[in-house]
Nanobody, 119 residues
């Protein structure tokens, strides 16, 4: 496992933007983001491999979010635009060796960062 440290969450109004950052203590092929809202199941947001050959988003994203990586820094970012109240959740950074839509395939998780979108 690697240590993951997230930053960038906060409170934003509907239609606003936030950029989440996550830095890993070591390199992993796949990095991405999941989220969990109160009373709801954990949900895949986005993930990508080092090469970018596997990059995918949750169906709800609909072009509003962009994931990117800085491989040299072992970092992954999530630019979130056009935020909606339903995007309110704790966002978790994840890392693993294989790209997957399944949370179980990621062995390393960050502590989570709260994103709150007010209406």
């Amino acid at each position: 496992q690697v240590q993951l440290v997230e930053s960038g969450g906060g409170l934003v109004q509907t239609g606003g933007s936030l950029r989440l950052s996550c830095v890993a203590s070591d390199s992993r092929n796949a990095m991405g983001w999941f989220r969990q809202a109160p009373g709801k199941e954990r949900e895949f947001v986005a993930a990508m491999t080092k090469s970018g050959s596997w990059t995918n988003y949750g169906n709800f994203v609909k072009g509003r979010f962009t994931i990117s990586r800085d491989v040299a820094k072992n970092a992954v970012y999530l630019q979130m635009n056009s935020l909606k109240p339903e995007d309110t959740a704790v966002y978790f950074c994840v890392a693993g060796e294989i790209f997957s839509f399944s949370a179980n395939m990621y062995s390393s998780w960050g502590q989570g960062t709260q994103v709150t979108v007010s209406s």
